[in-house]
């Protein structure tokens, strides 16, 4: 499966960046329909050309890292994964991650140890949030900012 991914999206991707189509199609023997959907949507919004999930920016991590940036991230993503066409970024420091989460449309920014910032766009709004609030209290300014729509329960399966 991994296959199919890194091949279409090296092969494709490029191009769908540089204007040169409109969809990707990807298929694969003994391969799950639902799934080459998704990752065929996945591409396509890696390529910014169609918006179906919530994105996510993060920084790479360096040693001005203020928490476990993958840890933090997971819980975001477990709390928000459900909001189409809003774009989250999660960066380690207040040194560079305010310029890399520019076109994000909320911030989760490490301020100082055991302390957050969050951010609407560029701008700063709440300041000094100790950590183990700050993923609810992202949460709240996305139902503040009215971007927030509650998750769907998945349908029971028949038995």
């Given at each position: 499966?991994?296959?199919?991914i890194i091949q279409g999206?090296s092969?494709?991707?490029?191009l769908?960046?540089?204007?040169?189509?409109d969809?990707?199609v990807?298929?694969g023997p003994?391969?799950?329909?639902?799934?080459?959907?998704?990752k065929?949507?996945g591409?396509l919004?890696?390529c910014?050309?169609?918006?179906?999930?919530t994105?996510?920016?993060?920084?790479?991590?360096?040693?001005?890292?203020l928490?476990?940036?993958?840890?933090?991230?997971?819980?975001?993503?477990?709390?928000?994964?459900?909001?189409?066409?809003?774009?989250?970024a999660?960066m380690?420091?207040?040194v560079?991650?305010p310029?890399?989460m520019?076109?994000?449309?909320?911030?989760?920014v490490?301020q100082?140890?055991?302390?957050?910032?969050?951010y609407?766009?560029k701008?700063?709004?709440?300041r000094n949030?100790?950590?183990?609030?700050?993923?609810?209290?992202?949460?709240?300014?996305?139902?503040?900012?009215?971007?927030?729509?509650?998750?769907?329960a998945p349908e029971?399966?028949?038995?």
């Amino acid at each position: 499966k991994d296959d199919i991914i890194i091949q279409g999206g090296s092969e494709c991707g490029s191009l769908l960046v540089d204007g040169l189509g409109d969809g990707i199609v990807l298929e694969g023997p003994a391969v799950d329909i639902e799934f080459l959907r998704l990752k065929g949507f996945g591409i396509l919004q890696g390529c910014r050309m169609r918006n179906i999930k919530t994105d996510y920016v993060s920084c790479p991590s360096c040693g001005r890292t203020l928490f476990d940036l993958q840890e933090v991230t997971a819980a975001i993503q477990e709390k928000t994964g459900h909001l189409p066409g809003v774009s989250i970024a999660v960066m380690g420091c207040i040194v560079n991650g305010p310029g890399e989460m520019a076109d994000a449309d909320f911030g989760y920014v490490g301020q100082g140890p055991g302390k957050i910032d969050l951010y609407v766009g560029k701008e700063v709004v709440r300041r000094n949030i100790p950590m183990e609030n700050a993923v609810d209290q992202l949460v709240d300014l996305i139902k503040e900012h009215d971007r927030w729509i509650e998750p769907t329960a998945p349908e029971p399966v028949a038995a």
